[in-house]
């Protein structure tokens, strides 16, 4: 439970490091008189699809790990199964 109030603390400093970004890069476009509106738009545009092309970098990792996560799990679960079934099988000794 405590690492999940670690992550959100996380992301909420993250969240809020993007809006500032976001504010800073907004306020100076705004007070840049010698761009071109279009120019402007077009880096408006490139900064937004980097974010969003970030975002799905990450998820696309975290959902590798998570599965990566998943597979050594059941792999875990599964050794201590048959180590389970070895120890209990009565030893036929001659």
Do not use: C, H, Q
């Amino acid at each position: 439970m405590n690492n999940r109030n670690e992550n959100g603390l996380i992301m909420m400093l993250n969240g809020a490091g993007v809006a500032v970004a976001y504010a800073l890069l907004g306020i100076s476009l705004y007070l840049s008189t010698d761009v071109p509106l279009a120019t402007k738009g077009y880096w408006g545009m490139g900064i937004v699809l980097l974010t969003l092309s970030l975002i799905n970098v990450v998820k696309y990792r975290f959902d590798t790990r998570s599965a990566e996560d998943r597979i050594n799990r059941i792999e875990e679960a599964r050794n201590e199964k048959l180590l389970e079934d070895v120890l209990k099988e009565p030893s036929s000794e001659v």
